[in-house]
């Protein structure tokens, strides 16, 4: 939500009322919203700093308990606590793992940075150090981030979650109400982070549902050209039919006879489409920092799926030939 300065003065009150309604679990401050890129700076330095212009470090002002409300798991330390001060000489501070990465080997508790050029004596000490999460360029890898302490009154967006099983209509009325008696006269303005993930993400839903429509019309597509190819075999060897079932062919050994030749071209087609299809997989795939790996089950599914779908389409026709009266079949010869 976008909170202003009055909901933020009153912010121990505000929190309390949220908690009161029984259905919100965890709340917290930010300065800024926690998947966008934010301000960064490329001043942080630390002892045993190999490149001082390679690294460009996000900077987040969190209030405690932030950790917890948007699920970010402390790996090592501790998060940040109300005795914790944004304006002593000596600031706590929390970080990536990317950055601890960064500082070098061992953990990065107790180690501590400072601002380059900065000769006033204010050390960063590192009191925990919490997992990578993807925020700004959905396909980068996001920089690394250092999160210190808010004084309330500098925050602009306060996170809340929600219970398990909470009826969102209804805890959003309880929000509003308790936010509305501290600032009537500040609009209630609330998104979900779901949501605005989601929307980073429109391109590749875009691609979704072209990718599904187009795979649906190849489908429908080759499935009419296999069963009017398979009307024709079976039209053209209707007198064949005929005298291998005079001669003792089962419908399971007539059906099998014009299916197989379908069924081959349908293996060769796998055998030479999937190759090429992990290759551009894996290929649009390295575009982002964070993806799947292509597992091979994918293109089994996908080889049965064209393999039924074909025998289906055949199969029609070739039973309805395999059943038909032999004697009408070869009483033209």
Known sequence: MDVNSEMTKNY???KQ?????????DIALSNYNTLYGGNNTGS???DGMEDINSNLISLRYISPGYMKTLGIKILEGRDFVETDSASSKRINIVITQSLEKLM???TAIGKTLHWSGDTSGTVLNVVGVVNNYVYGNMYGKPDPVVFFYINTPNASDMFVRLKPGADVETVIKEMGSVLRKDNPSYPFTYHFVDDQFNQMFLNEQLISKLSRLFAALAIIISCLGLFGLAAYT?????????????????VVNITTLLSKDFLQLVCLSCLVAFPVAWLVMHKWLQSYQYRIDI???????A???AILIALMTVSFQAIRAAVANPVESLRTE
């Open 234 to 250: 079976a039209e053209r060897r209707t007198k064949e039919i005929g005298v291998r079932k005079v001669l003792g062919a089962s």
């Open 104 to 106: 070098g080997k061992g």
């Open 12 to 14: 121990a009150a505000v």
């Open 295 to 301: 597992s091979w089950w994918i293109f089994l599914a």
């Open 17 to 25: 009322g949220l908690l009161n309604t029984g259905d919100i679990e």
């Open 44 to 46: 942080l330095v630390w």
């Open 303 to 305: 080889g049965g799926a």
